[in-house]
């Protein structure tokens, strides 16, 4: 499982010296998340696709989800999946496979890899709703990645 952190989901897309950014509903929005594209570009790869949610934090480190809707702030990535990687796809990689590639590939980068926590998750998501955030995200570790809605994928609340 994972924090659902106060964001959208974002689709990272590198090809070369082209980052671009899409959002659920297929619009590309690198042009809002230069800091994310600056961090692409900056790892070792030729191609990949990460999967992830982005968010801007307050001055607290909490997330805060208005400002998404604005220009001119600093937003972060949490990344939480790598679909593909120089020309490799890895949808059908078991996903703690893919988090292990995604969590080498990014190293320490400016994105942020989003762990999967092997936690009780009642513990977490009473812990994810105190800190105020939306709550968890649950998927199977041996789940393949798949687009669209999922039986592999719970979400809480």
């Known amino acids: 499982m994972k924090i659902k952190h106060d964001g959208y989901r974002l689709i990272v897309r ?8 899409y959002t659920r509903n297929g619009h590309d929005w690198a042009d809002r998340f230069p800091g994310i594209v600056a961090a692409a570009l900056r790892i070792k790869a030729s191609s990949f696709v990460i999967d992830g949610e982005v968010v801007v934090p307050r001055a ?16 972060l990535l949490y ?25 080498t ?17 009642a ?5 994810a709703c105190r ?17 669209g809605p999922s039986k592999a994928w719970l979400e809480a609340p």
């Open 123 to 127: 513990v977490v998501f009473e812990h």
């Open 14 to 21: 590198r090809e070369g010296a082209r980052v671009r950014c």
């Open 60 to 75: 607290d480190g909490m997330p805060d989800f208005n400002a998404l809707r604005s220009r001119g702030h600093e937003a």
């Open 105 to 121: 590939l990014i190293g320490r980068s400016a994105i942020h890899f989003d762990e999967h926590l092997g936690h009780d998750g």
């Open 79 to 103: 990344a939480f999946d790598l679909i593909e990687h120089d020309g490799t796809d890895l949808r059908d990689l078991a996903l703690i496979e893919r988090k292990r590639r995604l969590s």
């Open 131 to 147: 800190m105020g955030l939306e709550g968890i995200v649950s998927k199977r570790i041996d789940a393949p990645y798949r687009s």
